[in-house]
T-cell receptor, first 111, second 114 residues
Framework: GQQLNQSPQSMFIQEGEDVSMNCTSS?????WLWYKQDPGEGPVLLIA?????ELTSNGRLTAQFGITRKDSFLNISASIPSDVGIYFC???????????FGTGTRLQVTL | KAGVTQTPRYLIKTRGQQVTLSCSPI?????VSWYQQTPGQGLQFLFE?????QRNKGNFPGRFSGRQFSNSRSEMNVSTLELGDSALYLC???WGQGYQETQYFGPGTRLLVL
């Protein structure tokens, strides 16, 4: 099945550092979503983007919907230990509930 | 408000058997989607049900099927299990009405096929 290209695959950073990850697709989406998944849990929505060029923040998280509608970026500022987990991007077309997910970025935060 | 619940949380089956997983959406939500998560293929869309009808379908073989009841609860069934069906099966619910709505995921059912 299709997966979106997400990079980096994993990151080891120190507490307090900023983090950037991105997601690219060969297809156009009209919605981009960013999720975080903790071990043993389902993904939890962090940020939703609905318009090309849109920049949206949620606390220390900032995400952007690429102008070509084929990519998206997520930044986490001043990382803390609870940011540890796997981050997924997801794209959606139309009103359909079908999401196409990225390959995931595993984030580890050291003290 | 209770979240999406999935039962059972863990399941062990052997090849050739069949399995039924259950998902109870958030109260009021009418759309339930199912996803398979594996280390190799990541999160893959299986199908979506809305008002007891399958509205969308992913690229999975016919061994994977589902249904939705009038109370919006959904079940998915996998027949003739294969080793490769070992995965975390996630369901997500939403109102199912608009493009800006949020899908809420359950904790998943982890299936191991021996």
């Amino acid at each position: 099945g299709q997966q979106l290209n997400q990079s980096p695959q994993s990151m080891f950073i120190q507490e307090g550092e900023d983090v950037s990850m991105n997601c690219t697709s060969s297809s156009i989406f009209n919605t981009w979503l960013w999720y975080k998944q903790d071990p043993g849990e389902g993904p939890v929505l962090l940020i939703a983007l609905y318009k090309a060029g849109e920049l949206t923040s949620n606390g220390r998280l900032t995400a952007q919907f690429g102008i070509t509608r084929k990519d998206s970026f997520l930044n986490i500022s001043a990382s803390i230990p609870s940011d540890v987990g796997i981050y997924f991007c997801a794209g959606r077309t139309g009103t359909a509930s079908k999401l196409t997910f990225g390959t995931g970025t595993r984030l580890q935060v050291t003290l | 408000k209770a979240g999406v619940t999935q039962t059972p949380r863990y399941l062990i089956k052997t090849r050739g058997q069949q399995v039924t997983l259950s998902c109870s959406p958030i109260s009021g939500h009418r759309s339930v989607s199912w996803y398979q998560q594996t280390p190799g293929q990541g999160l893959q869309f299986l199908f979506e049900y809305f008002s007891e009808t399958q509205r969308n379908k992913g690229n999975f073989p016919g061994r994977f099927s589902g249904r939705q009841f009038s109370n919006s609860r959904s079940e998915m069934n996998v027949s003739t299990l294969e080793l490769g069906d070992s995965a975390l099966y996630l369901c997500a619910s939403s109102w199912g009405q608009g493009y800006q709505e949020t899908q809420y995921f359950g904790p998943g059912t982890r299936l191991l096929v021996l």
